[in-house]
């Protein structure tokens, strides 16, 4: 049975981390005490619901739990550090502490450590979050005991509708360019001027084609720039888009 706890202090761990070429132990007083920290744990680094959805949500809203009183996230899982850190630098998740449970000894005080041993994963932690207020967990979001990996309910969306559900969230801006367009690069420079983070797909990487251009937003010029799903255009239309 998967351990809600709620109301309890967190478990006194500390943590075996590579900083630089340092070895620096962490403890949990260290990570918890006078703040309020958001913890989400998952099975693994590098893995698909992790670094596809899990992990960049938290990061994308960093900025609205710091508005909402969040001193840190932390994402959690079962890895030694040095995957840790490469995770990290692969994600580029800025607003995102990475802390190696390597032994699973957070995770089992915690009641979270579960038996993967039929995917190869051997022990690892069971995917959740909660938010935890000077040491102390307040709120657990713990994802239904079923078979496989389920993500329903410690996704980042929940805990920041549970922390402020008025929130306002960021948007999502992508921005489709080519190398050496001006165009893209003052499209770019109006976004960051205007404190928009933006996604940038740039052709002829990673298999992205003018065909793929031209299909997701039937133009076939740079940029092409979404926001939150709809398509805003060039840069001109950002111009008068932003100056709306």
């Known amino acids: 049975m998967l351990q809600n706890s709620e109301g309890q202090k967190i478990p006194n761990i500390t943590f075996h981390t590579r900083q630089g070429n340092d070895w620096v132990d962490v403890t949990t007083e260290q990570l918890f005490k006078g703040k309020t920290v958001i913890v989400f744990a998952l099975p693994g680094a590098f893995t698909p619901t992790c670094s ?25 899982s079962v890895n030694d550090t040095f995957v840790m850190n490469a995770w990290a630098e692969d994600q580029k998740a800025e607003n995102i502490t990475f802390l190696p449970d390597g032994n699973g000894d957070f995770s089992e005080a915690m009641g979270m450590l579960v038996d993967k041993q039929d995917l ?19 709120k657990m979001f713990i994802e239904p005991d079923l078979p496989g990996d389920p993500f329903q309910v410690s996704d980042g969306d929940t805990m920041l509708d549970y922390i402020n559900p008025n929130a306002e969230q960021p948007k999502r801006v992508t921005v489709i360019s080519k190398p050496g367009c001006g165009h893209c690069t003052r499209a770019k420079k109006v976004l960051a001027d205007n404190g928009f983070k933006y996604e ?25 720039i979404f926001i939150d799903g709809k398509l805003i ?10 100056g709306a």
Not at 58 to 75: R, S, T
Not at 120 to 138: A, H, Q
């Open 233 to 242: 255009g060039g840069a001109d239309e950002l111009e008068t888009w932003v």
């Open 52 to 76: 596809s959805t899990h992990l960049p949500r938290y990061n994308e809203l960093a900025p609205v739990f710091a508005q909402n009183g969040v001193d840190d996230i932390i994402c959690l």
């Open 200 to 224: 940038e797909i740039v052709l002829g990487s990673n298999g992205v084609s003018f065909s793929s251009l031209q299909a997701v937003s039937g133009h076939g010029t740079t940029p092409q």
């Open 120 to 138: 190869g994963f051997g022990k690892r932690s069971w995917r959740y979050s909660m938010l935890v207020k000077d040491g102390v967990i307040e």
